[in-house]
């Protein structure tokens, strides 16, 4: 079965704050996709970043950076210096076709 | 602007209702998808077309009906709800169907639209 887990429910910190939103997932599948995506008050999920299996180079985009670690099954998302802006749930995602979905983590940046 | 674009965003509906839910899509994809997002549940796939055909229908009840007429539109007829049924209703598309294959890998979704059943 294919499983994701996202165990931090809420996470509350203060703006410049490092984060780390914690993803940890299940498969038996040894070709699969792993996602992370934004959901901002407004609704709309939007696509941050897709990793495969096979890559497990950790990746780092401005204030955002992934740690991939297939012998812990785990795709962290760390967030450096946090704004009030990255307030938002943020969904880990699995794939070998379509999505599935952890709960989320819903992040609040107080100024 | 959202290349995905759902209407309406909000809809307040009584049991006995029949209502439906609109989703277009400007980026010339060929897959569109309808999830279900409850509150504390994970987002639920509930049907994938790819080139207007059903490709997926993740046990979803009959009181929904899906109806891709092209490739650019969706909809989601809606029938006899019941209040469990209230949640946030999201489309996406993405380039192929099973994003895993597709090129970027990339689900883009549009703002969903809020359902309450009474």
């Known amino acids: 079965a294919q499983k994701v887990t996202q165990a931090q429910t809420e996470i509350s910190v203060v703006e410049k704050e490092d984060v780390t939103l914690d993803c940890v997932y299940e498969t038996r599948d040894t070709t699969y996709y792993l996602f992370w995506y934004k959901q901002p008050p407004s609704g709309e999920l939007v696509f941050l970043i897709r990793r495969n299996s096979f890559d497990e180079q950790n990746e780092i985009s401005g204030r955002y950076s992934w740690n991939f670690q297939k012998s812990t099954s785990s795709f962290n998302f760390t967030i450096t210096a946090s704004q009030v802006v990255d307030s938002a749930v943020y969904f880990c995602?699995?794939?070998?076709?379509?999505?599935?979905f952890g709960k989320g983590t819903k992040l609040s940046v107080k100024p | 602007e959202t290349g995905v674009t759902q209407t309406p965003r909000h809809l307040v509906m009584g049991m006995t209702n029949k209502k439906s839910l609109k989703c277009e899509q400007h980026?010339?994809?060929?897959?569109m998808y309808w999830y279900k997002q409850s509150a504390k549940k994970p987002l639920e796939l509930m049907f994938v077309y790819s080139l207007e055909e059903r490709v997926e229908n993740n046990s979803v009840p009959s009181r929904f009906s899906p109806e891709c007429p092209n490739s650019s539109h969706l909809f989601l007829h809606l029938h006899t709800l019941q209040p469990e049924d209230s949640a946030l209703y999201l489309c996406?598309?993405?380039?192929?169907?099973?994003?895993?294959?597709?090129?970027?890998?990339?689900?883009?979704f549009g703002e969903g639209s809020r359902l309450t059943v009474l």
């Open positions: 980026l010339g994809h060929n897959a």
């Open positions: 996406a598309s993405s380039q192929v169907a099973g994003t895993a294959t597709a090129n970027t890998g990339e689900l883009f």
């Open positions: 995602a699995l794939a070998r076709g379509n999505l599935i």
